[in-house]
């Protein structure tokens, strides 16, 4: 069965780093872990959807942030490990969320796969 | 970035009503957008992928259709266990935008 598990999170205090991992499995569909893009999302308490940070897949060439977080998140990936990576350094209260990985492939009839998601708590 | 609205952000309905839930992105998305369901607690399950597939395992009373910039979620015969919020996701343009949501109370 195809599943992404994420793990990492945790708690830190304002400014702290973390990283957040999330492993793949059971990749079905005849692809393998580096045909799909993988992005992360994430939900702070009480509040919507939020997509942080998209790697392309294969080489993981194309990355792409939203303005407001870019130079403190890095993502990347490692094929041969299965596994996508999330950096998040000078962590902020405003960080506090559930963060999810997620994969997908354009033009290829597959549903997108979320993970169970890790909560990161920022606070002193 | 694409912009995307849903309506209504709430509704209230009876076990066995059909409900529409519209989500509108504020550019073009071809079909390139996902419906999920969110309860307290649980990572959002997806529903529908590229606009009007159904997710193997998601009930046939809910369906998807759209293409452009409008699309629909409709539940026909609303069960209990609809009980929830649902959110539209578009992902033909970076950063990949997410609906507001639409939390929907089953009476």
């Known amino acids: 069965q195809e599943q992404l598990v994420e793990s990492g999170g945790g708690l830190v205090k304002p400014g702290g780093s973390l990283t957040l991992t999330c492993a793949a499995s059971?990749?079905?569909?005849?692809?393998?872990?580096?045909?799909?893009?993988m992005y992360w999302v994430r939900q702070a308490p009480g509040k919507g959807l939020e997509c942080i940070a998209y790697?392309?897949?294969?080489?993981?060439?194309?990355?792409h942030y939203p303005d407001s977080l870019k130079g403190r998140f890095t993502v990347y990936r490692d094929n041969g490990q299965k596994s996508l990576y999330l950096q998040m350094n000078n962590l902020r209260l405003e960080d506090t969320a559930v963060y999810y990985c997620?994969?997908?492939?354009?033009?290829?009839?597959?549903?997108?796969?979320w993970g169970q998601g890790t909560l990161v708590t920022v606070s002193s | 970035d694409i912009e995307m609205t849903q309506s209504p952000s709430s509704l209230s309905a009876s076990v066995g009503d059909r409900v529409t839930i519209t989500c509108q992105a504020s550019?073009?998305?071809?079909?390139?957008l996902n419906w999920y369901q969110e309860k307290p607690g649980k990572a959002p399950k997806l529903l529908i992928y590229d606009a009007s597939n159904l997710k193997s395992g998601v009930p046939l009373r809910f369906s998807g259709s759209g293409s452009g910039r409008d699309f629909t979620l409709t539940i026909t015969g609303l069960q209990t266990e609809d009980t929830g919020t649902y959110y539209c996701q578009q992902f033909d343009i970076l950063p990949f935008t997410f609906g507001p949501g639409t939390k929907v109370e089953v009476k």
């Open positions: 059971g990749l079905g569909s005849g692809l393998g872990f580096s045909d799909y893009f």
């Open positions: 550019q073009g998305i071809t079909n390139f």
């Open positions: 997620a994969r997908g492939r354009y033009y290829s009839d597959l549903p997108h796969v």
């Open positions: 790697i392309s897949d294969t080489t993981g060439r194309k990355i």
